[in-house]
């Protein structure tokens, strides 16, 4: 194929440059922030998609945010562009901070004992982390799975107690800030696109100004060398 790459990228590289893309976060932020301002659309509709993308990445439904931001864009007659990209306001650097806001907030709901929470590992503890209960949590998805092709039986418990402790607190916890981040996203994100959209606006008229008259010009100088 044309366009393939001739040199495979490693399994190794690639997770590295998810974790921390070539030219660090800072670039890649900005080349987000630059092809949301350039969406051929009106900027309530690109800031209904990033209201999407956004509150997206306060559900604890990873893997699938994609689907669940275009979902939400759909639904919200949003940008569904705009809500895909969004979805990375959740990245490596934010996730903990996400996280522990939405779990905290879950538990405090809820009404459960926020002290079982660990972000990371204390000395002489034995409570799993977050982060351990969803890698545990998928490795239990995959051991069902197999279960299902091979004489393996298929064990349920330690996803119920993930599921109590851990994805239904995120879920019901990140509905709150995730609807105040989306919304402050969206208002910063309307007069910005909007100023953007008019500036381009008037940079290209000016273009094309100047290649009429540059045009115009060229007509009437071979009009009089031709008199």
């Known amino acids: 194929m044309v366009f393939k790459r001739r040199d495979r990228k490693p399994i190794l590289r690639a997770a590295l440059e998810f974790l921390w893309p070539r030219g660090g976060w800072a670039r890649a932020f900005h080349y987000v922030r630059h092809r949301l301002r350039r969406l051929p659309d009106s900027p309530e509709r690109i800031a209904r998609g990033i209201w999407a993308g956004v509150f997206t990445t306060f559900t604890p439904f990873y893997g699938v945010h994609f689907v669940v931001a275009g979902i939400l864009a759909v639904i919200m007659r949003g940008n569904i562009f705009a809500a895909l990209l969004s979805t990375f306001f959740g990245n490596p650097l934010t996730y903990i901070p996400i996280i522990a806001t939405s779990m905290f907030t879950g538990y405090w709901m809820l009404g459960l004992d926020p002290s079982r929470l660990r972000f990371r590992p204390h000395q002489g503890d034995d409570e799993p982390t977050v982060g351990e209960r969803f890698a ?6 995959w051991h069902n799975f197999k279960a ?25 916890g990140g509905i709150l800030p995730g609807i105040v981040a ?5 208002y910063l994100s309307v007069p910005l696109i909007r100023a953007y959209q008019h500036r381009r606006k008037g940079t290209i008229k000016a273009k094309f100004e100047a290649l009429k008259a540059k045009a115009a010009a060229k007509a009437a100088d071979i009009t009089q060398k031709s008199d």
């Open 136 to 141: 545990d949590a998928a490795s239990a998805l």
């Open 148 to 172: 299902l092709f091979t004489p393996d039986r298929a064990d349920w418990s330690s996803l119920r107690v993930f599921y109590d402790e851990v994805f239904f607190p995120f879920m019901i």
């Open 182 to 186: 989306a919304t402050i996203a969206y």
